[in-house]
Nanobody, 123 residues
Framework: VQLQASGGGLVQTGGSLRLSCAASGRTISSWAVGWFRQAPGKEREFVAVISSWGHTTYYADSVKGRFTISRANAVNTVFLQMNSLKPEDTALYYC?????????????????WGQGTLVTVSS
């Protein structure tokens, strides 16, 4: 499977962006999908995850109430709606799939990764 993350860009503080993670090669409807981010000089960190049919979602405390993860299995895509963006949200955002449908916060439990999309929030 190939995961393609898109939707990043430059936005001002308080603005919004919607990231998309489109899968090709096979359906990901039965897999959990997570979003992670990595800022310059920092380790990759968990942002949000959604289980196969969206029954379970988890968020990092730093984005809770501002970001929303959702999925459209009919089009094999997972979304991350990001509102009230802050400069500290600036990072390269990655999507990843867990083939065991484990809604994990840990990078090592994900099997497939997209290439990342850059989000820059100006102050």
């Amino acid at each position: 499977v190939q995961l393609q993350a898109s939707g990043g860009g430059l936005v001002q503080t308080g603005g919004s962006l919607r990231l998309s993670c489109a899968a090709s090669g096979r359906t990901i409807s039965s897999w959990a999908v997570g979003w992670f981010r990595q800022a310059p000089g920092k380790e990759r960190e968990f942002v949000a995850v959604i289980s196969s049919w969206g029954h379970t979602t988890y968020y990092a405390d730093s984005v809770k109430g501002r970001f929303t993860i959702s999925r459209a299995n009919a089009v094999n895509t997972v979304f991350l709606q990001m509102n009230s963006l802050k400069p500290e949200d600036t990072a390269l955002y990655y999507c990843a799939a867990n083939r065991n449908n484990l809604a994990s916060k840990f990078t090592h439990e994900y099997n497939d990764w997209g290439q990342g999309t850059l989000v820059t929030v100006s102050s």
